[in-house]
């Protein structure tokens, strides 16, 4: 699930959403745990530097997923102008 997060964020720079990860992730209302200050207070796992070291190395479980969602706040609204690219955990991911 955090590799497919982190995919979602190179799929975005692809397309042009942003120059860097950066630009992508503080763009604003974009990623939750930025907009409520989590971000700023969680010290990266292991399991997370690994899930991002398996996104840049070019594992895209997400098919180019560019947005995704939890099932029970957006899924309708995605699905109407998005195409389905995979589901996993508590997300579901569009392109």
Not at 21 to 49: I, L
Request: net charge negative; aromatic share 16%.
């Amino acid at each position: 699930g955090k590799t497919m997060v982190a995919d979602v964020v190179l799929n975005r720079i692809e397309a042009g959403f942003g120059d860097s990860v950066k630009d992508v992730v503080f763009a604003e209302g974009q990623f939750d745990p930025v907009a409520s200050g989590y971000y700023y207070m969680v010290n990266p796992s292991e399991s997370t530097r690994h899930a991002v070291y398996l996104a840049i190395s070019g594992n895209d479980y997400t098919s180019g997923a560019r947005y995704f969602c939890t099932p029970t706040s957006g899924v309708e609204y995605f699905s109407s102008f998005l195409t389905w690219t995979a589901t996993h955990g508590g997300h579901v991911f569009f392109k």
